[in-house]
């Protein structure tokens, strides 16, 4: 949809689908009444079996399809979706999300105040409800992301103010900053991916913006379901990778302490109360047969460092501040 801002900057927004035909009326019908006109969707669907690219293709004929052959996960649908973009900014949309109608709008002007903010993070309220699902991401001394936000009332975020990271859910970057830092990582495949890209964001010193106009209804986890074997899994694997691939060493060994904590709280949270032992251990032992591969990857990630010692350590969440804010939302 390239309307007639030709002056204005266009913007790719990615949706990725895996058989979920149910949910894209109401998110593919919020994108076509955007007020902000100058953008193209990119559909990429991982194999569904429930015809979601022939309703696309039926109902929404300013999309453009992605067709892949077998599910390469949200990492791998969204890579798709970024080699054949054409926009100025990146945005991601998950497809069991509904975007205000100037949601566009207020992202893509909250760029101009600053050539330092290298993405945005939106409002994210649960659907349904007032409570937020995320109005940013931030980190624990355990290198670990966590949501902002999360299960407060939507107005108690009214102000934008910097965070250091974004739920991608619903988020835009800058083209310039994934130019330099890079995209999504293919080996994440799903969870734990947009932990991976703010820490390398935050590190290399871009600034992440929270546009509380921009705000996006999120019917959480309506695509792989909240505590499914295969979100443990991901959640187990994934969240090792981003410790060793992001963390600078002489910090890996200051928190050292935190990260058992956090990896002993997750144990007992998934094996001992959920009965997840499965996918759990499984997700833990294949986490460390891929640590060479990671490796590799953080040498490239620690030249992108530019923050010093002192300005992550004073940003960093206290990992038993974390750990008390999740008690009190177990369910």
Known sequence: MNGNAISTPLVSIIIVNWNGRSLLDEC??????QT???????????????????????????????????NRGFTGGNIAG?????????????????????????????FASDPCIGFCSSKIIIAGTDKVDSVGDTFTTAFTGT???????????YERRLVPGACA?????????????GFLDEDFFFNHEDTDLNLRAWLSGWKCLFVPEAVVY???????GELSDTSVYYFS?????????????YLIFRYFPHRIIYELSSFAFFCIKKGKWGPFLRGKMDAIKK???????RKQVQQLVRLSRCEIESSLMPITKYLLGRLQNVK
């Open 291 to 297: 640590i060479p591969i990671m490796l590799k990857k």
């Open 28 to 33: 593919l019908s919020a994108l076509d009444a």
């Open 147 to 157: 949501k902002m936000g999360e299960y407060e009332s939507e107005c108690k975020f």
């Open 237 to 249: 694997r994934n969240n090792v990778w981003v410790w060793i691939k992001n963390t600078p060493s």
């Open 82 to 110: 970024y080699h054949v973009a054409k926009g100025d900014y990146i945005a991601l949309l998950n497809n069991d999300a509904s975007p205000c109608e100037r949601w566009l709008e207020y992202l893509v002007t909250a």
């Open 169 to 181: 859910a619903a988020v835009i970057y800058r083209l310039e900053m994934l130019d330099q830092i």
């Open 36 to 70: 902000y006109r100058n953008f193209e969707v990119i559909f990429v669907d991982n194999g569904s079996q429930d015809d979601s690219l022939g309703f696309v293709r039926d109902n929404f004929p300013f999309v453009i399809t992605v067709a892949l052959e077998s």
């Open 218 to 224: 999120h019917k959480v986890s309506a695509s792989v």
